[in-house]
């Protein structure tokens, strides 16, 4: 299905219905009811995690269906992708730097 | 075979330029294009969340205390207002597709109106910042435990909603032109490509705040914090 020739029409493109967009909005909606709510409640390093699951979980349904990549073609999948990879490259390879550097007496902290 | 079908088509269509094969390649071409376009700002943001994680880990105690101090409210507000954007955004495309231009201009307007309401909410907020002294800078006060963790908390909150707020005003500047060309008819069915990509940084400008919020406002709000 990801072969563009396949679903070109007059009117190239996925239309997606109008219930789509509103059921996703629904969804970002009560996300965002949700970590704000949980926000509240204590639960010491995890409140980051869930707060960032929830943030992910959104992120993925605007990149999918706002942002139509669910009918977008491979090669776009690879470059988003790619982007992933790239930006957990960075606070990876940035955070080893950081926090070992104490570690064998260093200068530079 | 549908396909020859449709290249009879596209070779009389008159916004298919010459070094494109057909209306979808060259459509596809301008959205991946978009796409390498937005892993570079994805990279230029995930540098100021580096920089956030870092300084988080390290000043615990400070970051809790200023997003605390933080007005909840106007962030719920504007986190509302880029989501009910991102809708309108979403269906000015669908609006596009299904040669609505109506409906186009509509959304498009909703869009505007939505993103400066933003913007707004953001001057509100700013202001706020200032009354109470917290610019990092010379005069920045903070009667915290720790007021060297709380002032790089907002030199990162500046920065990072600053560089949001400024690719909004992009953003309301793109939707302009595009609200221009969707009233002169620009666009249909089978040509609405400036609408699509244009769509496609909205909503990354929308994900970053989708990030934004929860990292900035809502991590102080469950440990009770000591003054």
Same mark, same amino acid.
């Given at each position: 299905?990801?072969?563009?020739?396949?679903?070109?029409?007059?009117?190239?493109?996925?239309?997606?219905?109008?219930?789509?967009?509103?059921?996703?909005?629904?969804?970002?909606?009560?996300?965002?009811?949700?970590?704000?709510?949980?926000?509240?409640?204590?639960?010491?390093?995890?409140?980051?995690?869930?707060?960032?699951?929830?943030?992910?979980?959104?992120?993925?349904?605007?990149?999918?269906?706002?942002?139509?990549?669910?009918?977008?073609?491979?090669?776009?999948?690879?470059?988003?992708?790619?982007?992933?990879?790239?930006?957990?490259?960075?606070?990876?390879?940035?955070?080893?730097?950081?926090?070992?550097?104490?570690?064998?007496?260093?200068?530079?902290? | 075979?549908?396909?020859?079908?449709?290249?009879?088509?596209?070779?009389?269509?008159?916004?298919?330029?010459?070094?494109?094969?057909?209306?979808?390649?060259?459509?596809?071409?301008?959205?991946?294009?978009?796409?390498?376009?937005?892993?570079?700002?994805?990279?230029?943001?995930?540098?100021?969340?580096?920089?956030?994680?870092?300084?988080?880990?390290?000043?615990?105690?400070?970051?809790?205390?200023?997003?605390?101090?933080?007005?909840?409210?106007?962030?719920?507000?504007?986190?509302?207002?880029?989501?009910?954007?991102?809708?309108?955004?979403?269906?000015?495309?669908?609006?596009?597709?299904?040669?609505?231009?109506?409906?186009?201009?509509?959304?498009?307007?909703?869009?505007?109106?939505?993103?400066?309401?933003?913007?707004?909410?953001?001057?509100?907020?700013?202001?706020?910042?200032?009354?109470?002294?917290?610019?990092?800078?010379?005069?920045?006060? $903070? !009667?915290?435990? *720790?007021? /060297?963790?709380?002032? &790089? #908390?907002?030199? %990162? +909150?500046?920065?990072?909603?600053?560089?949001?707020?400024?690719?909004?005003?992009?953003?309301?500047?793109?939707?302009?032109?595009?609200?221009?060309?969707?009233?002169?008819?620009?666009?249909?069915?089978?040509?609405?490509?400036?609408?699509?990509?244009?769509?496609?940084? $909205? !909503?990354?400008? *929308?994900? /970053?705040?989708?990030? &934004? #919020?929860?990292? %900035? +406002?809502?991590?102080?709000?469950?440990?009770?914090?000591?003054?």
């Amino acid at each position: 299905m990801s072969e563009h020739v396949h679903d070109s029409h007059a009117g190239h493109g996925h239309i997606a219905p109008m219930s789509m967009y509103l059921g996703v909005f629904a969804i970002l909606m009560l996300g965002t009811a949700i970590t704000v709510g949980i926000a509240y409640v204590d639960m010491g390093f995890v409140n980051t995690a869930v707060a960032l699951a929830i943030a992910v979980t959104k992120a993925t349904f605007v990149v999918l269906y706002f942002m139509h990549v669910r009918w977008a073609s491979r090669l776009t999948w690879v470059v988003i992708a790619a982007s992933i990879v790239w930006l957990l490259l960075l606070f990876s390879i940035g955070m080893t730097d950081y926090l070992s550097r104490d570690w064998m007496g260093v200068p530079g902290r | 075979m549908p396909d020859a079908n449709v290249h009879a088509h596209d070779a009389h269509n008159p916004n298919l330029q010459h070094h494109f094969v057909d209306m979808p390649q060259q459509q596809e071409a301008s959205v991946l294009g978009m796409w390498v376009f937005l892993v570079t700002e994805v990279m230029f943001f995930g540098g100021m969340f580096l920089a956030y994680i870092l300084y988080r880990m390290w000043y615990y105690q400070g970051f809790a205390e200023a997003s605390h101090h933080i007005d909840l409210f106007w962030g719920a507000l504007n986190t509302v207002v880029l989501i009910c954007s991102s809708l309108t955004m979403a269906l000015a495309v669908r609006a596009a597709q299904l040669n609505n231009r109506r409906g186009q201009i509509v959304n498009l307007i909703l869009t505007i109106l939505l993103g400066a309401a933003f913007l707004g909410v953001k001057a509100i907020e700013y202001s706020a910042k200032f009354r109470d002294h917290v610019i990092p800078g010379p005069h920045f006060e $903070w !009667h915290g435990k *720790d007021a /060297v963790g709380a002032q &790089l #908390f907002y030199s %990162l +909150y500046f920065a990072l909603t600053g560089l949001h707020a400024l690719h909004m005003i992009v953003g309301l500047g793109l939707m302009s032109v595009i609200l221009f060309m969707a009233w002169r008819g620009r666009f249909n069915s089978t040509y609405y490509t400036p609408v699509e990509i244009s769509g496609l940084y $909205w !909503h990354f400008v *929308d994900i /970053v705040w989708i990030f &934004l #919020f929860p990292l %900035l +406002y809502l991590i102080g709000r469950h440990a009770p914090v000591t003054f």
